[in-house]
């Protein structure tokens, strides 16, 4: 091997508002594929809170051969000065970068930031292995490089076909307790098939769908599980895509007898993928919460979006779910193109039409690569540039970045206000709903802890404060499985 030892640094993807809630998985594949081959890893959580001198003592006392920096395209000029910075302090280490910036910008990520020697782009895991094995970058596909001052990109590299092949991770090359939730995260699948025209994760990780056999998915489970874990997230973007394979999935949970677990579908699944069958084995195993992408309330924008779904498929979805027991979360985006305040008004009948425990309103992103990028530059309707908003640490929750005739800007920032008191609606439902199971004392605590529950400045501690975080999700764990000995 030619580098033996590797520093994995994750940009920080803490804010104001959410804290470090898990650890880097992406990283955690590649630490786990280098120590098969006999590789040192260490990982740095910038989002755990390390000072530019508390990050450059740790690159000097594990002296690494080479760093690898993984980023988003949230706050890149940090994330560039970071590296910079690094360069500055340490010349003679080779500085790395991959993840989804990478994967989307390519060659500009590179051209950009002078400190970055190479880019990996989309998986790594066994390009970076042959990196550290010696062989040259110009021969590595999926490798970005320097050439004459020039930055060159060696083509896509095939993608990983057969995901049992690729280790899971054991070792996070971090300490597991420093983070939120005592939670485990499991990614079963890689690539997203769909083309919804906002959304950079097809760019990021390919459209091609590969999914793990579910003996691999329950493996990582048991292994956890036998290690005193209890919570899970699946972290797909398409986890009930194959129906048959999701079942299972659940019957090998079922079969190894991996009792009282808590598993969640946070990252969103497609209601056009999810039936009553489906749903009943995924809540017989511990499935507890899912969350439907839906984006908009009406055909009209759905086909806009290019979501490939109707409102009536989600719906029913949405239905079932809530009939089955799941707690269930429903996200919007605001501000699709051709999208009316009536149309907006649609997305919030839904949202109040069933017994859902949160909604979530999100101003529409245009990242850079994706359809809706290249329409809203075309029209000329970014009211803030986009080097501007995606470097902006408040986020873009309340501001709007781009207008359209529909929705003009000021029309925009009142209606996130109308939609900031839905949100706290539908929570404080939820919250009663939930405080109905205890009686009187459930009753009593809704009375005078129900305001408190939906505030900014609790859901901020939620986000952010690992004791409330760990206390909840206790709390939260008791009550569901109260729920199932019924």
């Excluded at 490089?145 to 070792?171: A, C, E, F, M, Q």
């Excluded at 425990?357 to 540039?385: A, C, H």
Aim: proline content about 4%; hydrophobic content about 35%.
């Amino acid at each position: 091997m030619k580098y033996k030892k590797i520093l994995f640094i994750r940009a920080s993807l803490a804010t104001a508002w959410v804290g470090a809630v898990s650890p880097p998985i992406g990283i955690a594949y590649l630490v786990e594929a280098l120590k098969e081959h006999g590789c040192e890893c260490k990982t740095i959580d910038t989002a755990l809170g390390y000072s530019p001198d508390t990050l450059y003592q740790n690159i000097r006392n594990f002296q690494p051969d080479v760093i690898g920096i993984s980023m988003l395209t949230y706050k890149y000029k940090d994330t560039y000065s970071m590296a910079e910075d690094i360069k500055a302090h340490f010349p003679d280490i080779p500085i790395i970068v991959g993840g989804a910036h990478v994967s989307t910008l390519r060659e500009n990520v590179l051209e950009s930031c002078n400190a970055f020697d190479y880019g990996f782009v989309r998986e790594a895991e066994e390009s970076l292995l042959e990196f550290c094995q010696g062989k040259a970058p110009s021969q590595i596909k999926g490798v970005l490089h320097r050439d004459n001052g020039h930055v060159v990109y060696t083509g896509d590299r095939d993608y990983i076909k057969d995901l049992d092949s690729v280790l899971w991770p054991k070792d996070y090359g971090i300490d597991l307790n420093s983070y939120l939730s005592k939670e485990i995260l499991i990614l079963s699948s890689r690539g997203c098939p769909h083309t919804c025209i906002f959304c950079p994760v097809s760019l990021a990780i390919g459209r091609k769908l590969r999914v793990r056999s579910p003996q691999s998915v329950v493996d990582e489970m048991e292994y956890w599980y036998r290690a005193g874990y209890r919570r899970f997230a699946m972290l797909d973007d398409n986890f009930t895509f194959y129906k048959e394979r999701t079942i299972a999935i659940c019957d090998e949970i079922k079969r190894r007898g991996l009792n009282n677990i808590i598993i969640r579908c946070g990252n969103g699944i497609r209601a056009d993928r999810v039936d009553r069958e489906v749903l009943e084995r995924m809540k017989d195993v511990g499935f507890t919460y899912v969350s439907y992408r839906v984006e908009s309330g009406n055909n009209r924008i759905l086909k806009t979006l290019k979501k490939g779904e109707t409102i009536e498929q989600i719906e029913e979805a949405v239905k079932t779910s809530i009939e089955l027991g799941f707690d269930v979360t429903l996200f919007f985006v605001v501000g699709s193109p051709g999208e009316t305040i009536e149309d907006v008004e649609d997305s919030i009948r839904v949202s109040l039409k069933y017994s859902v425990m949160d909604v979530r309103f999100y101003n529409l992103i245009p990242y850079p690569g994706t359809e809706l990028f290249e329409w809203v530059r075309s029209n000329n309707y970014f009211v803030k540039q986009p080097e501007d908003y995606l470097n902006d640490a408040s986020g873009f929750s309340t501001y709007p970045v781009f207008e359209t005739p529909e929705l003009p800007y000021q029309t925009r920032i009142k209606l996130m206000e109308k939609l900031d008191n839905v949100t706290k609606k539908v929570r404080k439902n939820a919250i009663r709903n939930k405080l109905k199971a205890m009686g009187m004392a459930g009753t009593v605590a809704y009375y005078l802890l129900g305001d408190i529950y939906v505030s900014d400045s609790f859901q901020a501690l939620i986000r952010q404060n690992k004791t409330i975080r760990r206390v909840l999700d206790a709390a939260y764990s008791r009550i569901r499985r109260k729920e199932r000995s019924r």
